[in-house]
Nanobody, 124 residues
């Protein structure tokens, strides 16, 4: 019902900013809660941030709270993750995900649709 394509990843220096985008197909984007997850090789995928289907409710992992901001533009069917003050530990493949729930939170099993991922590399 929905296809997700991430973009905006790249290599930056510590302290820099980066904005990730996730483009969704179809006219039903506003009916899905959305989230961002990230994964490092050899480690489990971890929760980064979540947003309700209306955009009024948001949540963040403690590791990114105060540095990252999640937002959505339902008119453009696009999800965003603004990442500021990047640190080496932010290096990972970032995935966007969609859920049929109104707010899906940090549980990966709540999300039924996933993008292909985009690499973010932070260098010193």
């Amino acid at each position: 019902q929905v296809q997700l394509v991430e973009s905006g990843g790249g290599q930056v220096q510590a302290g820099d900013s980066l904005r990730l985008s996730c483009a969704a197909s179809g006219r039903t984007f506003s009916s899905y809660a959305m989230g961002w997850f990230r994964q490092v090789p050899g480690k489990e995928r971890e929760f980064v941030s979540a947003i309700s289907w209306t955009g009024t409710g948001t949540g963040y992992a403690d590791s990114v709270k105060g540095r990252f901001t999640i937002s959505r533009d339902n008119a453009k069917s696009t999800l965003y993750l603004q990442m500021n003050s990047l640190v080496l530990e932010d290096t990972a493949v970032y995935y966007c995900a969609a859920s049929s729930l109104r707010y899906a939170g940090s549980r990966g099993t709540n999300y039924g649709y996933w993008g292909q991922g985009t690499q973010v590399t932070v260098s010193s």
